[in-house]
């Protein structure tokens, strides 16, 4: 279906319905601007809220240069807009040139009052500063692997200096004031990606402490609230990649092989997070009130960009930002 034909006929089921939902569609609230904070006040609030509330939050992937289409759907469908706004550094050359517009987005937003959340689909040490899906989605070859998580290799030095590449843009956020929940080698336990599906010490949780050490104890980035993060792999072992408590702010889940977590991957990443928050850094099937009932105490939940109408019914989608349990931008309160 074109999307003119999708938009009018999305905007006349808004106004067919818009009587009888009047009366659930909250007051979107006036935005609360966030003051210069660190990571520490984040933190805290999401400690605040724990097994009460959960931050509502949606992903904008490609291109970079709309950085908030999706958030503005959201906003568009539910009256207000989400209490997190997820961006991806991502790895095409026209969205690496538009790393600017995803930055200037993640301050604005982060004066609107909502939480920033940055991902990144970052190219292999193997290849140049941008690089096809297919590039991301490549292999290492073992003795690749090894040298890139020796310090002082070629490959090592390589993907240093790949970090290298966003510092400035990181820089800014400190200078801002904005604590940003920084998402890296995601899905860890996945084979998908090129940094993925490597348990062990020396596996992609080394890989998280390389990139941990160097941004943060060489480069400064004392502002980034680190998210480790598994899918719901049916095949468990998430202990496998995690990279110790020293490393770890918050412990993300991705729910795709299933509409909501299991209550037993619930339990372990409680377990593995002893006590730090967790948190739903992707789903595509938005959370139902019984979901959030049964699994009280996930700090925030990302909607994935297009999935948010892919797989979600206007009507479901309003009845998770209506839930009382679920916070939108101008909830939050950060000090």
């Known amino acids: 279906m074109k999307s003119t034909t999708r938009a009018l006929l999305t905007a006349g089921l808004v106004v067919a319905l818009g009587a009888t939902m009047a009366v659930a569609t909250p007051a979107a609230p006036d935005a609360e601007a966030f003051s210069a904070a660190n990571k520490a006040t984040v933190l805290n609030y999401l400690g605040s809220i724990k097994g009460q509330k959960i931050v509502s939050g949606q992903h904008n992937k490609e291109p970079a240069g709309q950085p908030n289409q999706y958030t503005q759907r959201v906003k568009d469908i539910t009256g207000v807009y989400p209490g997190l706004w997820g961006g991806d550094f991502l790895f095409n050359s026209a969205d690496v040139a538009n790393r600017q517009r995803i930055i200037d987005q993640a301050k604005t937003e982060w004066k609107n009052g909502a939480l920033v959340s940055l991902t990144w689909h970052v190219c292999p040490p193997t290849v140049g500063s941008s690089c096809s899906f297919d590039d991301v989605k490549s292999d290492l070859s073992d003795a690749q692997w090894s ?26 956020l400190k200078d801002a004031g904005v604590p940003a929940i920084f998402r890296p080698i995601h899905e860890m336990n996945e084979q998908w990606a090129w940094w993925g599906g490597r348990p062990g010490s020396n596996g992609s949780a080394r890989l998280y402490q390389i990139t ?56 372990s990443l409680r377990s593995i997070a002893a006590g730090k928050p967790i948190a739903l850094a992707e789903v595509g099937t938005l959370p139902t009130a019984a979901n959030l009932s049964a699994q009280p105490e996930w700090a925030w939940f990302m909607e994935w960009s297009e999935q948010l109408e892919g797989s979600n019914s206007p009507q479901a989608i309003k009845d998770t930002y209506y839930n009382p349990r679920v916070l939108h931008q101008g909830d939050l309160t950060i000090p």
Not at 226 to 238: L, R
Request: proline share 5%.
């Open 212 to 267: 941990h050490d160097y941004l943060v104890g060489t480069k400064g980035m004392t502002n980034l609230v680190w998210a480790w993060n598994v899918q719901d792999n049916p095949a468990g072992g998430f202990s496998n990649y995690y990279p110790g408590t020293g490393y770890v702010d918050v412990v993300t889940l991705d729910a795709w092989y299933k509409a909501f977590p299991s209550a037993g991957e619930y339990q």
């Open 147 to 172: 040298q890139l998580v020796t310090n002082g290799t070629a490959l090592n030095t390589a993907w240093k200096k790949r970090l290298d590449e966003i510092v400035p843009y990181l820089q800014q």
